[in-house]
């Protein structure tokens, strides 16, 4: 397992590949309750849905995820009954979940931008 970087270090803004991909989910299930509160799995369906059936999500995946947020203060949870009248856990994003999904956004888009330069560039 990787030790990651220092925030204070002069490669701050590199991450590690294990925390790019945990940042990767927590930022897609911050979006997809950034819309309304949702239980889990409509949260994993909106996710698969809007990827075009490319991303989807297991519970031994998602829920983690969901606990985690839920421990930071990014998401919080309450119960309540669904469509199908059925109880379950609805999860809406806080103040601090929106704050951070913005940022989270953003340093996605560098990432995918050098990426993409990346991928895009020819031998000289």
Known sequence: MSKGIRR???????RDPE?????????LVLRAV??????????AER???WS?????????TLYPALYRLERRGLI???????ENNRRARYYSLTPAGRKRLAAEIDSWR???????LVLQAVEE
């Open 8 to 14: 204070d270090s002069p490669d701050a803004n590199r």
């Open 34 to 43: 950034a819309l309304a509160p949702m239980h889990g799995w409509g949260i």
């Open 19 to 27: 925390s790019i991909l945990q940042g990767t989910l927590d930022m």
């Open 52 to 60: 075009e059936d490319v991303l989807a999500l297991g519970q031994g």
């Open 47 to 49: 996710i698969e849905q």
């Open 76 to 82: 919080s949870s309450k119960w309540g009954t669904t």
């Open 110 to 116: 560098r990432l995918s931008r050098a990426i993409n």
